[in-house]
């Protein structure tokens, strides 16, 4: 990966968007507020129902593209964002969430700091019911030693801290479209497999728990050729990267097929447990799922439901 000056790097902000006409003004207005200026912001509408394209209009900045068409899942919309995009670097931002002022400044100094990572990304915010509280995230700047290993406890990245050089997506390919959950970690997964991973603990972002359409309480079968699984083969020849690349994507289809199971996939969370089984370190996660598979489905969800609620309340009291 070739180096950029100061002058050559340029950031296009990446807005997927479907039915957040209550909160994409203010993430795009996080986006134009940056003290170091994006290219543009690429908004990419994806046949939503609500207002959000006309409230996206009335910004009225020369800066926000809006790009509409038809439904076809966060990938497909994120991936033609991508497309359209002019910058160097690709600037994730979720319509629902936030950027404070400082965000693309700090991840430019990593890039000047860090050339040739994959993926720069900061700390995040996260806007909870209860208010706003920090999230997990490591505290120490620049390149991430071992990314799987961190990510087992702690987010190093989520769509909206995330900055993709132009040139890692032309060479491992974007999204996998029609994966509609963990489609995200999908792409770290394979990013990480051949890039390092740069991370500042400067909390950059404001991820949101309290918006409306949340895409992770809606449920629709997955439509795609794409899986954690075919990220499985041996691919980092350090023994002790490739075990903890291997338990981190154990906890990833882990943790998806415990939300699919509770919603009624049973044949998905079956897979799973079987091909994940051998996860040394996320044990809990792999009893989870099987205690949800031996449920039936009709007292799946609400177990499932108070689970979350019970693990949220006891991490903030510090248990």
């Known amino acids: 990966m070739t180096n950029t000056t100061p ?22 207005r ?22 959000s394209a006309a409230v996206v209009e009335a910004i009225g900045s020369p800066l926000v593209r809006l790009i509409r068409q038809p439904n076809g899942g966060v990938c497909a919309a994120r991936n033609r964002a991508i497309a359209e995009a002019q910058g160097t670097h690709l600037a994730l931002l979720d319509a629902d969430d936030s950027w404070r002022a400082d965000h693309l400044a700090e991840i430019d100094r990593l890039v000047a700091e860090w050339p040739g990572c994959g993926i720069y990304s900061t700390a995040f915010e996260i ?5 706003i509280v920090p999230a997990a995230c490591p ?9 799987w290993r961190e990510s087992m406890s702690r987010f190093v990245v989520i769509p909206s801290t995330a900055v993709i050089p132009r040139s890692v997506i032309d060479t491992l390919g974007g999204f996998p479209e029609g994966m509609k959950m963990g489609e995200d970690q999908w792409l770290w997964i394979k990013i990480a497999s051949h890039y390092p991973i740069c991370y500042s603990p400067y909390r950059g972002a404001r991820y949101s728990m309290v918006a409306t359409n949340r ?49 009624g996939d049973t044949a998905f969370g079956r897979s799973v447990a079987r091909t994940y089984g051998y996860t040394r370190h996320y044990r809990w996660g792999l009893c989870r799922l099987r205690l949800l598979l031996l449920l039936p489905r009709c007292l799946r969800p609400a177990a499932h439901q108070a689970y979350q609620w019970l693990s949220w309340h006891l991490a903030h009291k510090g248990l």
């Open 215 to 263: 895409s992770g309480a809606i449920y629709r079968p997955e439509q795609t050729a794409h899986s954690l699984d075919e990220l499985l083969p041996l691919v980092q020849s350090d023994a002790e990267q490739e075990y903890w690349r291997r338990e981190f994507i154990a906890k990833c289809a882990i943790g998806k097929a415990i939300t699919l199971t509770a919603k």
């Open 139 to 147: 505290s120490e700047r620049g390149v991430v030693g071992n990314f």
């Open 30 to 51: 996080s986006a134009l507020a940056q003290t170091l200026q994006p290219l543009e912001v690429v908004v990419v509408d994806d046949g939503s129902t609500d207002c």
């Open 127 to 131: 806007v909870s019911p209860t208010g």
């Open 7 to 28: 002058q050559q790097r340029t950031y296009s902000v990446i807005v997927p968007l479907y039915n957040k006409e209550g909160e994409v003004e203010q993430a795009i």
